[in-house]
């Protein structure tokens, strides 16, 4: 007895902690496998980003990764015969259920060859967002406007809101989770949406490999009032099978999301994307695109979305995102030196 009180022998650790003891050791090895593989790959993302730069920089180096397609604005400055001349002199209603099956608005042979730079950006380590670096990218939107005239009239305008996927069934698990494009309501009195979302397939997508889901606002318990909730709503989803070269528009409130994949299926799901707004709809983030956008200006939009969307399949320290903070910090700091009086 020491002090009135029992000291107990000690005889080593209780049998819990010895258990726990090598379950300890073997995560804090694995902890420290994965610090120096975090390192390793830092390290080299590191050494491969200045030739990352050079790279996504320079217009020669597209022209040489997709030969068939150009990078260059004043192509894409010429008027365009196939746009509609006259306005409609009614809009079609928007359906109730909040999208739109476009059907075909691509040629097989222009899907194809924008899917196939997609493939040629990737085996040269770019992501396919850089597929907007392309004039035929943001050609598509006259062919989307043809389509969507009906629908919204003339009166709306792109968005610097873009993203292109590469979905391979055999590595990827799906496409991006459920989530809405904006959690405002859109309508308008008439109800039609002032922002409206458009997916574009470039290759055939399927349920085997992460065609899009929607939930139709007519069968979404909380829309409108209370979109910030999706808990439960992929079982009221519709799955939409695409061919390649057609299109898809939604309601920007509408809950959507990329299925998952079969891994035996091997045709990857390559597609786009844009947002149009209606030009009297002006409460939304994202900038107005002014056509023609030069080389320049086309990096700068990849830029914000990477810096917007990045999060969800982007790692952040990989060269895209290094690039796009260092792209975003030198277009701020130009925009405050403007504004500095001499």
Same mark, same amino acid.
């Given at each position: 007895?020491?002090?009135?009180?029992?000291? !107990?022998?000690?005889?080593?650790?209780?049998?819990?902690?010895?258990?726990?003891?090598?379950? $300890?050791?073997?995560?804090?090895?694995? %902890? =420290?496998?994965?610090?120096?593989?975090?390192?390793?790959?830092?390290?080299?993302?590191?050494?491969?980003?200045? #030739?990352?730069?050079?790279?996504?920089?320079?217009?020669? %180096?597209?022209?040489?990764?997709?030969?068939?397609?150009?990078?260059?604005?004043?192509?894409?400055?010429?008027?365009?015969?196939?746009?509609?001349?006259? !306005?409609? &002199? /009614? @809009?079609?209603?928007?359906?109730?259920?909040?999208? @739109?099956?476009?059907?075909? =608005?691509?040629?097989?042979?222009?899907?194809?060859? @924008? #899917?196939?730079? +997609?493939?040629?950006?990737?085996?040269?380590? =770019?992501?396919?967002?850089?597929?907007?670096?392309?004039?035929?990218?943001?050609?598509?939107?006259? &062919?989307?406007?043809?389509?969507?005239? !009906?629908?919204?009239?003339?009166?709306?305008?792109?968005? /610097?809101?873009?993203?292109?996927?590469?979905?391979?069934?055999? =590595?990827?698990?799906?496409?991006?989770?459920?989530?809405?494009?904006?959690?405002?309501? +859109?309508?308008? #009195?008439?109800?039609?949406?002032?922002?409206?979302?458009?997916?574009?397939?470039?290759?055939?997508?399927?349920?085997?490999?992460?065609?899009?889901?929607?939930?139709?606002?007519?069968?979404?318990?909380?829309?409108?009032?209370? $979109?910030?909730?999706?808990?439960?709503?992929?079982?009221?989803? +519709?799955?939409?099978?695409? !061919?390649?070269?057609? #299109?898809?528009?939604?309601?920007?409130?509408?809950?959507?999301?990329?299925?998952?994949?079969?891994?035996?299926?091997?045709?990857?799901?390559?597609?786009?994307?844009?947002?149009?707004?209606?030009?009297?709809?002006?409460?939304?983030?994202?900038?107005?695109?002014?056509?023609?956008?030069?080389?320049?200006?086309?990096?700068?939009?990849?830029?914000?979305? %990477?810096?917007?969307?990045?999060?969800?399949?982007?790692?952040?320290?990989?060269?895209? $995102?290094?690039?796009?903070? /260092?792209?975003?910090?030198?277009?701020?700091?130009?925009?405050?030196?403007?504004?500095?009086?001499?």
């Amino acid at each position: 007895m020491v002090g009135g009180r029992d000291v !107990p022998t000690r005889q080593g650790p209780p049998a819990h902690e010895s258990a726990l003891r090598p379950k $300890m050791r073997s995560r804090a090895a694995r %902890f =420290i496998r994965s610090r120096r593989l975090d390192d390793n790959f830092r390290h080299e993302a590191m050494a491969t980003l200045p #030739a990352f730069f050079r790279n996504v920089e320079s217009p020669d %180096f597209f022209r040489r990764v997709a030969p068939w397609l150009h990078v260059d604005a004043a192509r894409s400055a010429s008027p365009r015969k196939d746009s509609p001349a006259e !306005p409609p &002199a /009614a @809009l079609e209603p928007w359906p109730a259920a909040g999208y @739109l099956e476009l059907g075909p =608005i691509l040629t097989p042979a222009n899907a194809g060859s @924008l #899917a196939n730079a +997609v493939k040629a950006l990737r085996s040269n380590a =770019i992501h396919p967002s850089f597929l907007y670096v392309f004039d035929e990218a943001w050609d598509v939107l006259y &062919a989307l406007h043809l389509r969507l005239s !009906p629908l919204l009239g003339h009166d709306f305008e792109a968005l /610097a809101d873009v993203w292109a996927w590469h979905i391979d069934p055999r =590595i990827d698990r799906g496409g991006w989770r459920i989530h809405r494009g904006t959690y405002e309501d +859109v309508r308008d #009195a008439s109800g039609t949406p002032g922002l409206v979302n458009l997916w574009i397939a470039l290759t055939d997508a399927g349920e085997r490999n992460a065609c899009m889901h929607v939930v139709p606002l007519d069968r979404d318990p909380r829309y409108p009032d209370d $979109m910030n909730d999706l808990g439960g709503l992929e079982s009221r989803g +519709v799955a939409i099978s695409t !061919p390649a070269g057609s #299109a898809l528009a939604w309601n920007a409130n509408i809950a959507h999301w990329g299925g998952s994949c079969d891994p035996s299926y091997t045709v990857p799901r390559i597609s786009m994307s844009f947002t149009v707004r209606r030009r009297s709809h002006r409460d939304h983030d994202f900038p107005a695109v002014r056509m023609p956008l030069s080389f320049r200006e086309r990096l700068d939009v990849i830029a914000q979305q %990477f810096e917007t969307y990045g999060d969800k399949e982007l790692d952040p320290d990989g060269n895209e $995102m290094r690039w796009a903070e /260092a792209v975003n910090g030198m277009r701020r700091a130009a925009r405050l030196s403007s504004r500095v009086p001499d």
